[in-house]
């Protein structure tokens, strides 16, 4: 490993929140939490209202999540930034593209149904998603709850985006981490977003 990109790795661990989901989204009434203890299901009535420019980002993101695939929704990511979720690990922008430019080839409808912003710091958002997938071979829709984690840098950009699909946060080691960094490293060669999307070293 070359200086550069361990000094990389180590920005982009000091980007990452693990977030308490239990703390983040469990209900008083525990018959309306998962058995997990967690509550994923957005409820847009109790969402944190954001500034224009953090609701910009949102918005952003949600329409990546429905396949928007666009330059200038990317554009929200720094070009060194991390999507971190069970199946991908991207630790770059055009990588990261490679992700949300492959939605429209595997799926024949991605719609963001609702969400709830539950966290605005200055450095970051963290909000629940419910996204409804249709795969293009079955043709059958399944609604999905997540909780995302954004964290954002010095620019507003952002740096490092957390799709958590359970209640537990993710291990960067062993061979799910390996298989996960193929995925990101590789999505590319078939779903081939624009070059413009890369970073200035070419990655």
């Given at each position: 490993?070359t200086?550069?990109?361990a000094?990389s790795k180590?920005?982009?661990?000091?980007?990452?929140?693990?977030?308490?989901?239990?703390?983040l989204?469990s209900n008083?009434?525990?018959?309306?939490?998962s058995?997990?203890?967690?509550d994923?299901?957005?409820?847009?009535e109790?969402?944190?209202k954001?500034e224009?420019?953090?609701?910009?980002?949102?918005?952003?993101?949600?329409?990546?999540?429905?396949?928007s695939?666009s330059?200038?929704?990317?554009q929200v990511?720094a070009?060194?930034?991390?999507?971190?979720?069970?199946?991908s690990?991207?630790?770059t922008?055009?990588?990261?593209?490679g992700?949300w430019?492959?939605?429209p080839?595997?799926?024949a409808?991605?719609?963001?149904?609702?969400t709830?912003?539950?966290?605005?710091?200055?450095?970051?958002i963290?909000?629940?998603?419910?996204?409804e997938y249709?795969?293009?071979?079955?043709?059958f829709?399944?609604?999905?709850?997540?909780?995302i984690?954004?964290?954002?840098?010095?620019q507003?950009?952002?740096?490092?985006?957390?799709?958590?699909w359970?209640e537990?946060?993710y291990?960067h080691?062993?061979?799910?981490?390996?298989?996960k960094?193929l995925n990101?490293d590789?999505l590319?060669?078939i779903?081939?977003?624009?070059d413009?999307?890369?970073n200035?070293?070419?990655?």
């Open positions: 490993m200086c550069d990109s000094h180590s920005l982009q661990q000091n980007y990452e929140k693990r977030p308490d989901p239990q703390a989204t008083a009434d525990p018959s309306q939490n058995s997990t203890g967690v994923y299901e957005p409820h847009p109790k969402s944190i954001l224009p420019e953090r609701e910009r980002i949102v918005q952003s993101i949600c329409r990546l999540y429905s396949g695939a330059e200038e929704d990317m990511y070009e060194d930034a991390v999507y971190d979720d069970p199946w690990y991207c630790d922008r055009y990588k990261i593209a992700q430019y492959g939605i080839k595997i799926m409808s991605s719609k963001t149904l609702k709830e912003v539950i966290s605005s710091k200055p450095s970051e963290i909000f629940k998603l419910q996204q249709t795969p293009r071979i079955l043709h829709s399944k609604p999905v709850n997540s909780l984690t954004l964290t954002l840098d010095e507003g950009k952002v740096r490092y985006h957390k799709d958590m359970n537990k946060d291990s080691e062993g061979l799910g981490k390996v298989l960094t990101g590789h590319t060669k779903t081939q977003p624009p413009s999307l890369r200035a070293d070419g990655a």
